[in-house]
């Protein structure tokens, strides 16, 4: 498509027909103020749980010798599984030329951004001394998997960070003259955010150029950021971590839950903000497919995860296979693999099940069944140790988390919710230019045939 249509009548008629109906959401009103202040004195209320472990140690929570890694570290996997939902939409649909990913592509973008930057702070809430923490980059080993993810883990947050802003500026500079009302600050920060955008054939090249670029490096990104937590466990002998799949196990997954995500985003801003012009019934069948495709890949490997060692069935993979199977962690274990994965998929195989509503809810267990699908892969295989406990209470080798531990975990997951609410109240949600150049490409084939 050629540049020269940014700056034709057509084109602005559409811009500005586009951003009076994206941009009346962008306001603090009374909502938003409600919203934030429900989470903020949640978020005080785990905090002041997080004080507590701070003070006492993490002896408040469910961890022991024998399960090290509990809740905190399920939900840092979930949350790096999940941040991979940019690369998934706007890398690698958007690099193959589909169009209908373009409204939902900062939706995506968002999320990555959201859970890639707690991500980190999780890990911070399951250390017992966190002062600690700059020692993972002053004395950080280059053999360890920890100081990899960590690397990998900052990278693909700040590159996230620059694909929500990159395509952003160009509403920022349509914006920041049609804020009538709003907050000083917000204005003020439009014109510095925008960085003197004109409109200019030159930048909308430059900014194409710089997004391509970003496009095809967070692809190696992502694979790295969960094929080295994967590497978190597999790199140990222990029964359930053994073993050389979880790195495309871990990616697959990870597709699974972020994009379930976006649907339930793309929902929330259909409804919310009065959208359905532009997350269109035909938006939500579409991603019902992708989330259709993804869990069958998903399943693909689920089964290949416990076949392999079912077959085998080496002394302690048999008892971590019995344990799921038919043991302590049965019900849940089925519960994920049944409500989470395949009843999903065979009621996204019918159409009317891939409509906005119907869709959110399916969502919504995946997402839910996500995160537990964490928790099987941390929690039950430490209840396995080498070595037997003997003289212990069974607390101590049986994990149960705490009221402490849960308050904790739910920070983090306030925290996701405020970074998205900030982002997507503060900032156009859907991208008015793209929409608009869309709109005129539309017309204009109509024109020529």
């Known amino acids: ?4 249509i940014y700056n034709t009548d057509l084109y602005r008629e559409k ?31 785990c905090i002041y749980a997080y004080t507590i472990q701070l003070h006492k140690g993490l002896g408040v929570t469910g961890l022991r010798d024998a399960t090290s890694w509990g809740m905190y570290i399920a939900t840092f996997v979930f949350f790096v599984a ?3 939902i940019g690369m998934l939409i706007s890398s690698v649909l958007g690099l193959t030329g589909i169009k209908w990913i373009r409204p939902i592509a900062r ?11 707690i991500a980190g702070l999780v890990i911070v809430s399951d250390m017992g001394r966190p002062e600690r923490l700059a020692y993972v980059f002053i004395f950080g080993r280059v053999q360890s998997p920890i100081l990899w993810d960590v690397t990998v883990v900052t990278t693909y ?14 509403d920022l500079a349509i914006a920041k003259t049609r804020l009538e009302g709003r907050p000083r600050f917000l204005i003020k920060a439009y014109e510095i955010l925008s960085v003197n955008w004109v409109n200019h054939d030159k ?18 990104l992502a694979f790295a950021i969960h094929t080295v937590t994967s590497w978190l466990f597999a790199v140990t002998p222990r029964a359930g971590w053994d073993s050389t799949i979880f790195g495309p196990y871990f990616i697959s997954g990870a597709f699974v839950s972020g994009t379930a995500a976006v649907i339930i985003a793309m929902y929330f801003f259909r409804v919310s903000y009065k959208l359905p012009k532009y997350l269109t019934d035909d938006h939500f069948e579409k991603i019902g497919r992708v989330l259709a495709l993804v869990s069958i890949v998903y399943i693909y490997f689920n089964i290949n995860e416990f076949i392999v060692p079912g077959y085998k069935l080496k002394a302690l993979d048999a008892i971590q296979l019995k344990e799921l199977f038919a043991g302590h962690h049965a019900a849940l274990f089925w519960s994920v693999q049944l409500l989470g994965l395949v009843i999903p998929v065979v009621l996204l195989l019918v159409k009317r099940m891939r409509r906005p509503l119907p869709l959110l809810l399916i969502s919504i267990v995946v997402f839910a069944a996500s995160w537990f699908k964490r928790y099987i892969i941390v929690v039950p295989p430490q ?3 080498y070595l037997p ?19 904790v975990t739910l920070a983090s997951m306030i925290l996701v919710l405020m970074i998205i609410t900030v982002l997507s109240k503060l900032f156009p949600v859907v991208p008015i230019w793209e929409i608009a150049e869309e709109e005129v490409a539309k017309k204009e084939e109509v024109h020529n045939i």
Not at 107 to 117: G, K, L, R, S, T
Not at 203 to 220: D, E, K, T
């Open 82 to 84: 999940t941040s991979l």
């Open 1 to 4: 498509m050629a540049q020269s």
């Open 389 to 407: 406990v003997q003289n212990v209470p069974l607390e101590w080798i049986i994990y149960k988390p705490t009221v402490t531990e849960t308050a």
């Open 383 to 385: 209840e396995h140790p």
């Open 203 to 220: 930048q909308f090249r430059i900014m194409h150029q710089a997004m391509r670029i970003l496009l095809i490096l967070i692809v190696p």
């Open 157 to 170: 947050f700040f590159v996230s960070l620059m694909l929500w802003f990159i395509p952003l500026i160009p």
């Open 15 to 45: 811009l500005e027909s586009v951003s009076s109906d994206i941009l009346r959401n962008v306001r603090i009103n009374r909502g938003f103020i409600i919203w934030m202040m429900i989470l903020t004195v949640s978020l005080a209320a």
């Open 107 to 117: 939706i995506a973008e968002i999320i990555a951004v959201a859970f890639a930057a």
